[in-house]
Protein backbone atom coordinates (compact mmCIF):
# COMPACT_ATOMS: atom_id res chain seq x y z
CA UNK A 1 0.00 0.00 0.00
CA UNK A 2 1.24 3.21 -0.96
CA UNK A 3 0.71 6.65 0.69
CA UNK A 4 0.18 9.19 -1.47
CA UNK A 5 2.14 13.01 -1.11
CA UNK A 6 0.17 14.68 1.59
CA UNK A 7 -0.34 11.88 3.83
CA UNK A 8 3.35 11.58 5.17
CA UNK A 9 4.74 9.38 7.63
CA UNK A 10 5.60 11.83 10.74
CA UNK A 11 8.86 10.50 12.23
CA UNK A 12 10.16 10.81 16.08
CA UNK A 13 13.05 12.65 14.47
CA UNK A 14 11.14 15.39 13.57
CA UNK A 15 11.45 14.32 9.47
CA UNK A 16 8.74 13.44 7.70
CA UNK A 17 8.93 10.09 4.96
CA UNK A 18 6.43 11.43 1.92
CA UNK A 19 5.26 9.20 -0.37
CA UNK A 20 6.04 5.49 1.51
CA UNK A 21 5.01 2.58 0.66
CA UNK A 22 4.15 -0.78 3.54
CA UNK A 23 4.40 -4.10 1.50
CA UNK A 24 2.01 -6.72 3.46
CA UNK A 25 0.19 -9.39 3.17
CA UNK A 26 -2.97 -10.92 4.74
CA UNK A 27 -4.42 -14.17 5.74
CA UNK A 28 -8.31 -14.78 6.35
CA UNK A 29 -11.06 -12.90 6.16
CA UNK A 30 -12.06 -9.65 8.39
CA UNK A 31 -14.96 -10.78 10.24
CA UNK A 32 -18.73 -8.16 9.84
CA UNK A 33 -18.13 -6.31 13.05
CA UNK A 34 -14.04 -5.85 12.51
CA UNK A 35 -13.44 -7.58 15.66
CA UNK A 36 -11.13 -10.40 14.35
CA UNK A 37 -8.13 -8.27 12.93
CA UNK A 38 -4.62 -9.90 14.74
CA UNK A 39 -1.63 -7.85 13.39
CA UNK A 40 1.61 -9.84 13.77
CA UNK A 41 4.97 -7.70 14.25
CA UNK A 42 8.12 -8.94 12.92
CA UNK A 43 11.93 -9.19 14.57
CA UNK A 44 14.27 -7.35 12.92
CA UNK A 45 15.34 -9.36 9.39
CA UNK A 46 12.33 -11.10 8.89
CA UNK A 47 9.66 -10.21 6.88
CA UNK A 48 5.83 -9.76 6.40
CA UNK A 49 5.68 -13.77 4.76
CA UNK A 50 4.55 -15.47 8.55
CA UNK A 51 3.20 -18.29 7.59
CA UNK A 52 2.87 -20.11 3.82
CA UNK A 53 5.90 -20.42 1.84
CA UNK A 54 8.43 -17.78 1.39
CA UNK A 55 7.92 -16.53 -2.45
CA UNK A 56 12.29 -15.99 -2.40
CA UNK A 57 13.88 -18.85 -0.13
CA UNK A 58 10.70 -21.26 -0.48
CA UNK A 59 10.92 -22.20 2.73
CA UNK A 60 7.86 -21.98 5.76
CA UNK A 61 6.71 -18.82 6.47
CA UNK A 62 9.07 -17.62 9.78
CA UNK A 63 6.31 -18.32 12.59
CA UNK A 64 4.11 -21.14 10.68
CA UNK A 65 3.47 -22.94 13.94
CA UNK A 66 2.26 -19.81 15.39
CA UNK A 67 0.45 -18.57 12.80
CA UNK A 68 -1.69 -20.65 10.02
CA UNK A 69 -4.60 -23.31 10.29
CA UNK A 70 -5.01 -24.95 13.26
CA UNK A 71 -2.52 -22.70 15.33
CA UNK A 72 -3.07 -20.59 17.74
CA UNK A 73 -3.58 -17.60 15.10
CA UNK A 74 -5.79 -19.10 12.73
CA UNK A 75 -6.97 -17.35 9.25
CA UNK A 76 -10.29 -19.58 10.18
CA UNK A 77 -11.23 -17.32 12.57
CA UNK A 78 -8.44 -14.05 12.76
CA UNK A 79 -7.60 -11.72 10.19
CA UNK A 80 -4.23 -11.65 9.80
CA UNK A 81 -1.97 -9.01 8.74
CA UNK A 82 1.64 -8.46 8.78
CA UNK A 83 3.79 -5.81 7.10
CA UNK A 84 7.01 -5.45 6.32
CA UNK A 85 8.25 -2.55 8.99
CA UNK A 86 9.17 0.63 7.38
CA UNK A 87 12.88 0.90 6.91
CA UNK A 88 13.37 -2.64 5.82
CA UNK A 89 13.70 -4.20 2.46
CA UNK A 90 11.19 -6.31 1.59
CA UNK A 91 9.03 -4.02 -0.11
CA UNK A 92 8.34 -1.29 2.28
CA UNK A 93 10.20 1.89 2.07
CA UNK A 94 13.57 1.90 3.38
CA UNK A 95 16.82 3.47 2.52
CA UNK A 96 17.19 0.99 -0.33
CA UNK A 97 14.08 2.79 -2.41
CA UNK A 98 14.13 5.45 -4.64
CA UNK A 99 14.01 8.69 -3.32
CA UNK A 100 11.32 10.57 -4.88
CA UNK A 101 13.04 13.59 -4.60
CA UNK A 102 16.21 12.49 -6.60
CA UNK A 103 15.23 9.24 -8.22
CA UNK A 104 18.23 7.66 -6.61
CA UNK A 105 18.49 5.00 -4.27
CA UNK A 106 18.42 6.64 -0.57
CA UNK A 107 21.20 5.12 1.15
CA UNK A 108 22.38 6.78 4.20
CA UNK A 109 20.05 10.19 2.86
CA UNK A 110 16.56 7.97 4.70
CA UNK A 111 16.09 9.54 7.87
CA UNK A 112 17.17 7.39 10.71
CA UNK A 113 13.81 5.70 12.10
CA UNK A 114 12.49 4.43 15.72
CA UNK A 115 10.22 1.59 16.74
CA UNK A 116 7.57 4.16 17.16
CA UNK A 117 7.90 4.94 13.70
CA UNK A 118 7.31 1.70 12.63
CA UNK A 119 4.48 1.64 14.70
CA UNK A 120 3.04 4.35 13.49
CA UNK A 121 3.32 3.26 10.21
CA UNK A 122 1.69 0.14 10.45
CA UNK A 123 -1.06 2.15 12.48
CA UNK A 124 -1.73 4.10 9.39
CA UNK A 125 -2.20 0.84 7.36
CA UNK A 126 -4.63 -1.18 9.81
CA UNK A 127 -6.47 2.35 9.97
CA UNK A 128 -6.58 2.25 5.66
CA UNK A 129 -7.45 -1.67 5.93
CA UNK A 130 -10.67 0.11 7.64
CA UNK A 131 -9.95 -1.61 11.22
CA UNK A 132 -10.78 0.72 14.20
CA UNK A 133 -9.41 -1.84 16.69
CA UNK A 134 -7.10 -5.05 16.38
CA UNK A 135 -8.12 -8.14 18.77
CA UNK A 136 -4.36 -8.66 19.20
CA UNK A 137 -1.22 -7.79 18.14
CA UNK A 138 1.53 -10.12 18.53
CA UNK A 139 5.47 -10.16 18.18
CA UNK A 140 8.56 -11.43 19.54
CA UNK A 141 11.74 -9.71 19.83
CA UNK A 142 11.74 -6.54 17.68
CA UNK A 143 8.04 -7.28 17.01
CA UNK A 144 7.24 -7.26 21.04
CA UNK A 145 9.26 -4.44 21.30
CA UNK A 146 6.47 -2.77 18.43
CA UNK A 147 3.95 -4.65 20.59
CA UNK A 148 4.80 -2.49 23.53
CA UNK A 149 4.82 0.60 21.75
CA UNK A 150 1.47 0.04 20.26
CA UNK A 151 -0.20 -0.29 23.90
CA UNK A 152 1.41 3.13 24.63
CA UNK A 153 0.76 4.65 21.68
CA UNK A 154 -2.16 3.27 20.10
CA UNK A 155 -3.82 1.15 23.36
CA UNK A 156 -7.81 2.08 22.41
CA UNK A 157 -7.18 0.47 19.02
CA UNK A 158 -5.93 -2.91 21.29
CA UNK A 159 -8.02 -5.53 23.01
CA UNK A 160 -4.90 -8.04 24.01
CA UNK A 161 -1.37 -7.92 22.91
CA UNK A 162 1.26 -10.47 23.39
CA UNK A 163 5.11 -9.48 23.57
CA UNK A 164 7.47 -12.14 23.46
CA UNK A 165 11.39 -12.21 23.91
CA UNK A 166 11.75 -8.95 24.42
CA UNK A 167 12.56 -6.10 26.21
CA UNK A 168 11.10 -2.72 27.21
CA UNK A 169 14.47 -0.77 26.66
CA UNK A 170 17.55 -1.86 24.70
CA UNK A 171 20.55 -2.33 27.20
CA UNK A 172 24.06 -1.25 27.13
CA UNK A 173 25.09 -4.49 25.95
CA UNK A 174 22.49 -4.68 22.95
CA UNK A 175 23.43 -1.14 21.97
CA UNK A 176 26.80 -2.80 22.02
CA UNK A 177 26.81 -5.69 19.93
CA UNK A 178 24.41 -3.67 17.16
CA UNK A 179 27.29 -1.48 17.09
CA UNK A 180 30.04 -4.62 16.42
CA UNK A 181 27.55 -5.52 13.30
CA UNK A 182 27.27 -1.82 12.23
CA UNK A 183 30.55 -1.64 12.54
CA UNK A 184 31.87 -4.45 10.24
CA UNK A 185 29.26 -3.51 7.97
CA UNK A 186 30.65 0.43 7.25
CA UNK A 187 34.09 -1.36 7.50
CA UNK A 188 33.32 -3.23 4.68
CA UNK A 189 35.39 -1.14 1.26
CA UNK A 190 32.13 -2.26 -0.54
CA UNK A 191 29.73 -0.02 1.73
CA UNK A 192 30.90 3.30 0.09
CA UNK A 193 29.63 5.16 2.80
CA UNK A 194 26.24 3.88 2.03
CA UNK A 195 26.05 4.76 -2.12
CA UNK A 196 27.25 1.52 -3.08
CA UNK A 197 23.79 0.88 -4.65
CA UNK A 198 25.15 3.48 -7.56
CA UNK A 199 28.04 1.78 -7.56
CA UNK A 200 26.92 -1.56 -8.49
CA UNK A 201 28.18 -3.37 -5.70
CA UNK A 202 27.09 -4.64 -2.13
CA UNK A 203 29.10 -4.74 1.31
CA UNK A 204 28.82 -8.40 1.43
CA UNK A 205 31.40 -9.31 3.65
CA UNK A 206 30.81 -6.79 6.49
CA UNK A 207 27.16 -7.62 6.17
CA UNK A 208 28.06 -11.00 6.67
CA UNK A 209 30.11 -10.85 9.65
CA UNK A 210 27.50 -8.81 11.24
CA UNK A 211 24.95 -11.44 11.01
CA UNK A 212 28.13 -13.85 12.29
CA UNK A 213 28.28 -11.79 15.20
CA UNK A 214 24.70 -11.43 15.77
CA UNK A 215 23.62 -15.13 15.51
CA UNK A 216 25.66 -16.01 18.42
CA UNK A 217 23.23 -13.78 20.39
CA UNK A 218 20.48 -15.53 19.47
CA UNK A 219 21.48 -19.29 20.61
CA UNK A 220 22.30 -20.35 23.94
CA UNK A 221 25.63 -21.54 24.52
CA UNK A 222 24.15 -24.95 25.71
CA UNK A 223 22.68 -25.01 22.38
CA UNK A 224 25.99 -24.03 20.49
CA UNK A 225 27.46 -26.88 22.35
CA UNK A 226 25.48 -29.37 22.11
CA UNK A 227 25.25 -28.94 18.57
CA UNK A 228 28.44 -28.65 17.33
CA UNK A 229 30.92 -29.32 20.78
CA UNK A 230 34.47 -29.09 19.34
CA UNK A 231 33.23 -31.39 16.14
CA UNK A 232 35.83 -30.58 12.98
CA UNK A 233 34.57 -29.99 9.25
CA UNK A 234 37.33 -33.03 8.10
CA UNK A 235 40.12 -35.22 9.81
CA UNK A 236 42.56 -33.56 11.80
CA UNK A 237 43.33 -29.19 12.04
CA UNK A 238 44.65 -27.20 8.80
CA UNK A 239 47.16 -25.56 10.64
CA UNK A 240 45.45 -22.40 9.15
CA UNK A 241 42.47 -20.47 9.32
CA UNK A 242 39.90 -22.29 7.12
CA UNK A 243 36.79 -23.06 8.58
CA UNK A 244 38.03 -25.85 10.67
CA UNK A 245 35.40 -26.46 13.58
CA UNK A 246 31.84 -26.84 12.12
CA UNK A 247 30.75 -24.14 14.17
CA UNK A 248 33.10 -22.03 11.77
CA UNK A 249 31.32 -23.46 8.95
CA UNK A 250 27.96 -22.91 10.27
CA UNK A 251 28.25 -19.44 11.19
CA UNK A 252 29.95 -18.44 7.84
CA UNK A 253 26.88 -19.89 5.96
CA UNK A 254 24.59 -18.28 8.00
CA UNK A 255 26.42 -14.79 7.50
CA UNK A 256 26.77 -16.06 3.58
CA UNK A 257 23.14 -16.77 3.24
CA UNK A 258 22.03 -13.58 4.71
CA UNK A 259 23.37 -11.12 2.40
CA UNK A 260 21.10 -12.62 -0.52
CA UNK A 261 18.22 -12.23 1.58
CA UNK A 262 19.16 -8.54 3.02
CA UNK A 263 20.01 -5.21 2.53
CA UNK A 264 23.05 -3.54 4.57
CA UNK A 265 21.72 -0.35 5.12
CA UNK A 266 18.30 -1.94 6.09
CA UNK A 267 20.33 -3.51 8.46
CA UNK A 268 22.19 -0.26 9.97
CA UNK A 269 18.26 1.70 10.09
CA UNK A 270 16.70 -1.43 11.40
CA UNK A 271 19.43 -1.98 14.21
CA UNK A 272 19.63 2.03 14.70
CA UNK A 273 15.91 1.67 15.80
CA UNK A 274 15.77 -0.93 18.47
CA UNK A 275 19.38 1.11 20.30
CA UNK A 276 16.83 3.89 20.27
CA UNK A 277 14.05 2.03 21.66
CA UNK A 278 13.12 3.06 25.18
CA UNK A 279 9.71 3.10 26.18
CA UNK A 280 10.70 4.57 29.46
CA UNK A 281 12.31 7.67 28.19
CA UNK A 282 9.32 9.48 27.90
CA UNK A 283 8.08 8.92 31.19
CA UNK A 284 10.77 10.35 33.36
CA UNK A 285 12.29 6.60 33.42
CA UNK A 286 8.62 5.16 35.05
CA UNK A 287 7.58 2.15 32.66
CA UNK A 288 4.52 1.87 34.42
CA UNK A 289 3.49 5.84 32.98
CA UNK A 290 4.06 4.45 29.76
CA UNK A 291 1.60 1.52 30.09
CA UNK A 292 -1.39 3.65 32.03
CA UNK A 293 -3.03 4.59 29.15
CA UNK A 294 -3.16 0.95 27.90
CA UNK A 295 -5.16 -0.50 31.53
CA UNK A 296 -7.78 -2.10 29.64
CA UNK A 297 -5.44 -4.15 27.14
CA UNK A 298 -5.24 -7.54 28.12
CA UNK A 299 -1.52 -8.96 27.84
CA UNK A 300 0.56 -12.10 27.74
CA UNK A 301 4.45 -11.72 28.03
CA UNK A 302 6.46 -14.66 27.08
CA UNK A 303 10.22 -15.15 27.98
CA UNK A 304 12.86 -18.19 27.68
CA UNK A 305 14.95 -19.34 30.35
CA UNK A 306 18.16 -19.62 28.26
CA UNK A 307 17.31 -16.08 26.03
CA UNK A 308 20.65 -13.87 26.96
CA UNK A 309 19.78 -11.10 24.32
CA UNK A 310 16.68 -10.31 25.91
CA UNK A 311 16.67 -12.34 29.53
CA UNK A 312 13.55 -12.76 31.50
CA UNK A 313 14.36 -10.29 34.28
CA UNK A 314 13.24 -7.94 31.30
CA UNK A 315 10.29 -9.42 30.62
CA UNK A 316 9.64 -9.22 34.40
CA UNK A 317 10.50 -5.67 34.32
CA UNK A 318 7.37 -5.22 31.56
CA UNK A 319 4.88 -7.84 33.56
CA UNK A 320 6.12 -5.44 37.09
CA UNK A 321 5.13 -1.97 35.20
CA UNK A 322 2.09 -3.18 33.27
CA UNK A 323 0.77 -4.10 37.00
CA UNK A 324 2.01 -1.27 38.54
CA UNK A 325 -0.29 0.48 35.69
CA UNK A 326 -3.14 -1.86 36.65
CA UNK A 327 -3.35 -3.42 33.54
CA UNK A 328 -4.44 -7.15 33.00
CA UNK A 329 -1.18 -9.13 32.42
CA UNK A 330 -0.14 -12.98 32.30
CA UNK A 331 3.35 -14.20 32.08
CA UNK A 332 5.25 -17.08 31.39
CA UNK A 333 8.64 -18.26 31.09
CA UNK A 334 8.99 -20.92 29.23
CA UNK A 335 12.05 -23.65 30.12
CA UNK A 336 13.97 -23.84 27.10
CA UNK A 337 17.64 -24.22 26.25
CA UNK A 338 17.54 -22.78 22.74
CA UNK A 339 18.29 -19.14 23.49
CA UNK A 340 16.26 -16.41 21.83
CA UNK A 341 15.46 -18.09 18.93
CA UNK A 342 13.39 -20.63 21.19
CA UNK A 343 10.39 -17.81 20.23
CA UNK A 344 10.91 -19.19 15.83
CA UNK A 345 11.57 -22.84 17.21
CA UNK A 346 9.25 -25.83 18.02
CA UNK A 347 8.63 -24.72 21.27
CA UNK A 348 4.85 -26.37 22.81
CA UNK A 349 4.40 -24.73 26.01
CA UNK A 350 4.45 -21.13 24.34
CA UNK A 351 2.41 -22.48 21.89
CA UNK A 352 0.18 -23.91 24.11
CA UNK A 353 0.07 -21.07 26.27
CA UNK A 354 -0.29 -18.54 23.08
CA UNK A 355 -3.52 -21.05 22.00
CA UNK A 356 -4.97 -20.76 26.18
CA UNK A 357 -4.43 -17.19 25.76
CA UNK A 358 -6.02 -15.90 22.47
CA UNK A 359 -8.74 -18.46 23.10
CA UNK A 360 -9.85 -17.00 26.04
CA UNK A 361 -9.32 -13.37 25.02
CA UNK A 362 -11.15 -14.33 21.72
CA UNK A 363 -14.33 -15.63 24.14
CA UNK A 364 -14.52 -11.97 25.97
CA UNK A 365 -14.22 -10.61 22.18
CA UNK A 366 -17.20 -12.92 20.95
CA UNK A 367 -14.87 -14.37 18.33
CA UNK A 368 -15.99 -18.35 17.31
CA UNK B 1 -15.74 -28.39 43.39
CA UNK B 2 -12.23 -29.96 44.77
CA UNK B 3 -13.31 -31.51 48.28
CA UNK B 4 -9.58 -31.07 49.23
CA UNK B 5 -10.01 -27.49 49.26
CA UNK B 6 -12.77 -26.98 51.20
CA UNK B 7 -11.32 -23.64 52.58
CA UNK B 8 -12.42 -22.39 49.09
CA UNK B 9 -15.63 -21.68 50.28
CA UNK B 10 -14.50 -20.11 53.48
CA UNK B 11 -12.77 -17.84 51.04
CA UNK B 12 -15.79 -17.26 48.84
CA UNK B 13 -17.67 -15.48 52.12
CA UNK B 14 -14.52 -13.92 53.82
CA UNK B 15 -14.50 -11.68 49.69
CA UNK B 16 -16.53 -8.83 48.91
CA UNK B 17 -17.92 -8.89 45.35
CA UNK B 18 -16.31 -6.94 43.03
CA UNK B 19 -13.06 -6.67 45.00
CA UNK B 20 -9.38 -6.94 43.44
CA UNK B 21 -7.94 -9.90 44.61
CA UNK B 22 -3.86 -11.60 44.56
CA UNK B 23 -3.96 -14.99 44.56
CA UNK B 24 -0.57 -16.53 45.19
CA UNK B 25 -0.02 -19.84 44.48
CA UNK B 26 -3.13 -19.98 42.37
CA UNK B 27 -2.12 -22.96 40.72
CA UNK B 28 -4.41 -23.58 37.76
CA UNK B 29 -6.85 -20.73 38.98
CA UNK B 30 -9.26 -22.84 40.49
CA UNK B 31 -10.05 -20.80 42.95
CA UNK B 32 -9.86 -17.44 41.16
CA UNK B 33 -12.56 -18.65 38.46
CA UNK B 34 -14.70 -19.35 41.08
CA UNK B 35 -14.22 -16.08 42.86
CA UNK B 36 -15.01 -14.20 39.71
CA UNK B 37 -17.79 -16.35 38.81
CA UNK B 38 -19.47 -15.85 42.83
CA UNK B 39 -18.18 -12.82 43.41
CA UNK B 40 -17.11 -10.64 40.24
CA UNK B 41 -13.92 -10.24 42.10
CA UNK B 42 -11.06 -8.46 39.35
CA UNK B 43 -8.44 -11.82 39.99
CA UNK B 44 -5.29 -12.09 39.64
CA UNK B 45 -2.83 -14.64 39.91
CA UNK B 46 0.95 -15.83 40.74
CA UNK B 47 2.19 -19.10 40.48
CA UNK B 48 5.25 -20.95 40.00
CA UNK B 49 4.74 -23.77 37.74
CA UNK B 50 4.60 -23.41 34.26
CA UNK B 51 1.79 -25.62 33.58
CA UNK B 52 -0.16 -23.90 36.21
CA UNK B 53 0.56 -20.62 34.42
CA UNK B 54 -0.28 -22.27 31.04
CA UNK B 55 -3.91 -23.88 32.19
CA UNK B 56 -4.90 -20.28 34.33
CA UNK B 57 -4.31 -18.48 30.77
CA UNK B 58 -6.68 -21.02 28.97
CA UNK B 59 -9.13 -20.25 31.90
CA UNK B 60 -8.87 -16.39 30.53
CA UNK B 61 -7.15 -15.58 33.90
CA UNK B 62 -4.05 -13.11 34.30
CA UNK B 63 -1.67 -14.91 35.66
CA UNK B 64 1.74 -14.02 36.05
CA UNK B 65 4.74 -16.96 36.50
CA UNK B 66 6.97 -16.14 40.01
CA UNK B 67 7.50 -17.32 43.35
CA UNK B 68 5.45 -15.89 46.54
CA UNK B 69 9.71 -15.56 47.96
CA UNK B 70 10.53 -12.59 45.44
CA UNK B 71 8.09 -11.43 42.88
CA UNK B 72 5.19 -10.07 45.82
CA UNK B 73 7.95 -6.91 45.70
CA UNK B 74 7.18 -6.29 42.10
CA UNK B 75 3.91 -5.17 42.74
CA UNK B 76 2.68 -1.53 44.59
CA UNK B 77 1.26 -0.76 47.39
CA UNK B 78 -2.65 -0.99 47.47
CA UNK B 79 -2.85 -2.85 44.45
CA UNK B 80 -5.68 -5.03 45.75
CA UNK B 81 -8.48 -5.59 48.30
CA UNK B 82 -7.23 -8.72 49.56
CA UNK B 83 -4.13 -10.98 48.83
CA UNK B 84 -5.19 -14.39 49.20
CA UNK B 85 -2.48 -17.31 50.39
CA UNK B 86 -3.80 -20.59 50.14
CA UNK B 87 -1.95 -23.36 51.64
CA UNK B 88 0.97 -21.68 51.02
CA UNK B 89 2.56 -20.34 53.28
CA UNK B 90 4.62 -22.86 54.90
CA UNK B 91 6.05 -23.60 51.73
CA UNK B 92 7.75 -20.23 51.22
CA UNK B 93 10.84 -19.20 52.65
CA UNK B 94 10.41 -16.32 54.46
CA UNK B 95 7.03 -16.18 55.76
CA UNK B 96 7.51 -13.40 58.37
CA UNK B 97 8.59 -11.48 54.60
CA UNK B 98 5.62 -12.87 52.70
CA UNK B 99 3.02 -11.90 54.83
CA UNK B 100 4.43 -8.51 55.28
CA UNK B 101 4.42 -7.81 51.63
CA UNK B 102 0.62 -9.24 51.98
CA UNK B 103 -0.43 -6.55 53.68
CA UNK B 104 1.56 -4.01 52.10
CA UNK B 105 -0.06 -4.72 48.62
CA UNK B 106 -3.47 -5.61 50.14
CA UNK B 107 -5.52 -4.28 52.57
CA UNK B 108 -6.40 -7.75 53.50
CA UNK B 109 -4.55 -10.78 53.60
CA UNK B 110 -6.41 -14.08 53.67
CA UNK B 111 -3.92 -17.03 54.80
CA UNK B 112 -4.76 -20.76 55.79
CA UNK B 113 -2.46 -23.22 56.43
CA UNK B 114 -2.23 -26.48 57.91
CA UNK B 115 -1.72 -26.61 61.55
CA UNK B 116 0.49 -28.43 63.30
CA UNK B 117 -1.14 -28.46 66.85
CA UNK B 118 -3.27 -30.31 65.98
CA UNK B 119 -3.46 -33.42 68.42
CA UNK B 120 -3.20 -36.02 65.03
CA UNK B 121 0.20 -34.58 64.50
CA UNK B 122 0.98 -34.39 68.15
CA UNK B 123 0.02 -38.05 68.75
CA UNK B 124 1.80 -38.90 65.61
CA UNK B 125 5.15 -37.54 66.82
CA UNK B 126 4.33 -39.11 70.36
CA UNK B 127 3.83 -42.39 69.44
CA UNK B 128 5.60 -43.04 66.62
CA UNK B 129 8.70 -40.48 67.11
CA UNK B 130 8.84 -39.43 63.54
CA UNK B 131 7.91 -36.52 61.55
CA UNK B 132 4.40 -36.74 61.26
CA UNK B 133 2.65 -37.97 58.46
CA UNK B 134 -1.12 -37.25 58.55
CA UNK B 135 -4.18 -36.94 55.82
CA UNK B 136 -3.54 -33.53 55.89
CA UNK B 137 0.67 -33.54 55.89
CA UNK B 138 0.98 -36.92 53.89
CA UNK B 139 4.37 -36.46 52.27
CA UNK B 140 7.72 -37.65 54.22
CA UNK B 141 9.74 -35.01 55.55
CA UNK B 142 12.14 -35.37 52.99
CA UNK B 143 10.41 -34.53 49.82
CA UNK B 144 7.57 -32.12 51.85
CA UNK B 145 7.44 -28.89 50.60
CA UNK B 146 5.96 -28.14 53.85
CA UNK B 147 9.58 -25.94 55.13
CA UNK B 148 7.97 -23.72 57.77
CA UNK B 149 4.94 -25.34 59.54
CA UNK B 150 3.40 -23.82 62.47
CA UNK B 151 1.11 -24.27 65.03
CA UNK B 152 -2.15 -22.50 65.45
CA UNK B 153 -0.38 -20.28 68.50
CA UNK B 154 2.86 -20.11 66.34
CA UNK B 155 0.68 -18.01 63.89
CA UNK B 156 -1.02 -15.84 66.68
CA UNK B 157 2.25 -14.98 68.09
CA UNK B 158 3.65 -14.20 64.85
CA UNK B 159 0.32 -11.88 63.64
CA UNK B 160 0.63 -10.28 67.06
CA UNK B 161 4.39 -9.37 66.68
CA UNK B 162 3.26 -7.62 63.36
CA UNK B 163 1.00 -5.57 64.45
CA UNK B 164 -1.22 -6.78 62.19
CA UNK B 165 -5.16 -7.64 63.45
CA UNK B 166 -7.43 -10.85 62.55
CA UNK B 167 -10.82 -9.81 61.33
CA UNK B 168 -11.75 -13.61 61.53
CA UNK B 169 -10.17 -16.94 61.76
CA UNK B 170 -11.84 -20.42 61.12
CA UNK B 171 -10.63 -23.63 61.99
CA UNK B 172 -10.71 -26.33 58.76
CA UNK B 173 -11.11 -29.97 59.22
CA UNK B 174 -11.45 -31.93 56.33
CA UNK B 175 -14.92 -32.52 54.81
CA UNK B 176 -16.41 -30.46 57.48
CA UNK B 177 -17.82 -27.23 56.65
CA UNK B 178 -15.02 -24.37 58.02
CA UNK B 179 -16.05 -23.67 62.12
CA UNK B 180 -15.20 -19.91 63.46
CA UNK B 181 -12.94 -19.70 66.21
CA UNK B 182 -11.19 -17.68 68.45
CA UNK B 183 -7.83 -19.03 67.08
CA UNK B 184 -5.59 -17.88 70.64
CA UNK B 185 -7.55 -20.70 72.47
CA UNK B 186 -5.43 -23.72 73.12
CA UNK B 187 -8.07 -26.22 72.43
CA UNK B 188 -8.57 -24.77 69.20
CA UNK B 189 -4.79 -25.44 68.61
CA UNK B 190 -5.55 -29.46 68.97
CA UNK B 191 -8.87 -29.38 67.24
CA UNK B 192 -8.31 -27.65 63.56
CA UNK B 193 -6.57 -29.52 61.18
CA UNK B 194 -6.34 -26.15 59.08
CA UNK B 195 -6.85 -22.85 59.74
CA UNK B 196 -7.65 -19.64 57.59
CA UNK B 197 -7.21 -16.42 58.57
CA UNK B 198 -8.10 -12.97 57.17
CA UNK B 199 -5.82 -9.75 58.84
CA UNK B 200 -5.80 -6.70 58.32
CA UNK B 201 -3.01 -4.33 58.95
CA UNK B 202 -4.57 -2.98 62.08
CA UNK B 203 -5.08 0.77 61.45
CA UNK B 204 -8.03 2.44 60.68
CA UNK B 205 -9.38 1.57 57.24
CA UNK B 206 -11.86 4.14 55.57
CA UNK B 207 -13.14 0.70 53.91
CA UNK B 208 -14.34 -1.76 55.62
CA UNK B 209 -12.54 -5.14 54.72
CA UNK B 210 -14.61 -7.46 57.10
CA UNK B 211 -17.78 -8.63 54.67
CA UNK B 212 -21.45 -7.79 56.04
CA UNK B 213 -22.72 -10.28 57.39
CA UNK B 214 -25.64 -10.26 54.94
CA UNK B 215 -22.99 -11.19 52.32
CA UNK B 216 -22.07 -14.15 54.16
CA UNK B 217 -23.42 -16.88 51.68
Same mark, same amino acid.
Given at each position: ????????????????????????????????????? $????????????????????????????????????????????????????????????????????????????????????????????????????? !??????????????????????????????????????????????????????? !?????? !? $???????????????????????????????????????????????????????????????????????????????????????????????????????????????????????????????????????????????????????????????????????? | ?????????????????????????????????????????DGRGLEISQAGVSAALARGLAVVQGDADRE????????????????????????????????????????????????????????????????????????????????????????????????????????????????????ENWRAEAAIFLLTRGEQSATPIKP??????
Amino acid at each position: MRFPDGKPLRLDSGARLENFQIAYKTWGELNADKTNA $VLICHALTLDQYVTGKHPISGKPGWWSRVVGPGMPVDPARHFIICANVVGGCMGSTGPASLNPATGAPYGLSFPVLTIGDMVRAQAMLVEALGIETLFSVI !GGSMGGMQVLQWATDYPERLFSAICVAATARHSAQNIALHEVGRQAIMADPDWRA !GEYALA !G $VRPEKGLAVARMGAHITYVSEDALQRKFGRGLQRDGLSWGFDADFQVESYLRHQGVSFVDRFDANAYLYITRAMDYFDLSAAHGGQLSKAFLPARDVRFCVVSFTSDWLYPTRESREIVRALNAAGARVSFLEVVSDKGHDAFLLDEPEMHAALAGFLGATGQERGLT | MNDQREDFLEILKLVRPGARVLDIGCGEGALLELLAREKQVDGRGLEISQAGVSAALARGLAVVQGDADRELADYPDDAFDYAILSQTLQTVRDPRSVLVELLRIAKGAIVSFPNFGHWRVRASLLTKGRMPTTKALPTPWWETPNIHLCTLLDFTDLVEDLGFRIEAASALIRGKPARPMTPGRPLENWRAEAAIFLLTRGEQSATPIKPAPDKLI
